[in-house]
């Protein structure tokens, strides 16, 4: 399983961190993390699944709508 | 058979949908929407579909259920319903029979009772409504919003930004008064002033002059402000006359339990804006709340909840969300925890860190509780502040349980 982050899309709201803290962080600029890694698209790697329920909470919460999972 | 039908296909809709399915609930999922589309997000409707002129793929809302778990039936409203034999009606004569069903109709927009011409006056909740904003706007220069609501106040931003001339007429002092208080009210209005936005507030409108289309807004107080389109955004009524003669209490919205239940035994739900439900974080007063966020943390509850009960016969927890909400206006980013309507004394409303004329953030209390918290920028500081309420609130439960 792996989550995809279309980082147009995405407008730092953070509201994925509350759902799922093991994955999605903010910068101290208050943007989420994976900018400093990735420009359009992040791709994470293989992710266990054990975290699925938080990060479908994630995907769903997010009020731009830009985070898929994959798997 | 008689599966789950889940009434309303927006956010709360799929979201409670798209949950059951995840539980595992094999006895057929069906998700009912009276809007042509597929399920869509409308906040964007206000701001980004507007501004960047994106197209309904955009903004059209993915589904986490596998493929074929979830029948989706569009273009098609309830009538009627028969909570005790299972049975809902539709407007297209077919008969669903249920053993559970989610609400989830939410609300319509309320259009104001006075003088008006027949083009040039619209309201924007649905897709179709921002395709004929969008057309209306090709004809004009001058805009008025009457209301000064977010989606008010979203519109004027989006719409100044677009090089409108904007007026906002209200009959309060401040704009979004009820949902952040007087003086973040007024520090946010000193944003619009300076982007260029024109307020006639503290007035009612009493007609909207024009031949065929609009030409100024006219108000109690005998001013009057120029616009070829006004769009109304003065606040909704509830979508619930399809649940009339079941014995329920529907006076504003569907009058639930901490479970979201309603008439019955847990097998009726309602989920977003149409659910009026005690939070007991807060404490027990039922209340609607109309976030976007709200629709997705009921939905998810709801979806579960059924799923656990008709599989496995099992009773849920109460529901007791942090809720949260967001409003993007101009460069400004407006994010806010808890219930910070929850409280009208203006001294129980202080700035926890920043000033009014720029960052801030205003904490909201209550009895010495933090009940709310609406940060301007600090985006940094959300989790901080997030926290800082539900440990507020946490204290308050352990000290008087």
Known sequence: MKVIVDLNKCNDHGQCVYSAPEVFSLNGRGELSFRDEAK????????????RDALEEAADICPMQ???IEG | MAGVVVLGASLGGLRAADALARSGYSGGITLVGDEPHQPYNRPPLSKEALVEAQDFDAIRLRSSAKPGTVSLVTGVRATSVDLGRGLLF?????ELAFEGLVAATGLRPRALGIPKPSAGVVMLRTYEDLVRLRSELAMVQDVAIIGAGFIGCELAASLTRLGYRVSVIAPEDVPMLRPLGEELGAALMRHHLRAGVTFGLERLPVAIEGSERPERVVCNDGSS???QLVIEAVGSATNTEWLDGNGLDLSDGILCDEKLSFGGDGRFLAVGDVARFPNLAFDAVPRRVEHWGMAVDTGRYAGKALGHLLSQGEASPAFTPMPAFWSDQFELRIQSFGMPG???DASEIRVLEGDLDGEVVVGYHRNGTLVGVVLVGFVQSHLKYRAAVAES??????ASS
Not at chain 1, 40 to 51: A, G, P
Not at chain 2, 90 to 94: P, Q
Not at chain 2, 393 to 398: K, M, N, T
């Open chain 2, 225 to 227: 402000f120029e616009a």
């Open chain 2, 342 to 344: 929850l409280v009208t």
């Open chain 2, 90 to 94: 539709l407007s297209d004569g077919r």
């Open chain 1, 40 to 51: 359009e698209i992040y791709v994470s790697d293989q992710l266990d699944e054990s975290l």
């Open chain 2, 393 to 398: 609130l946490e204290a308050a439960a352990g």
């Open chain 1, 66 to 68: 830009a985070i898929e």
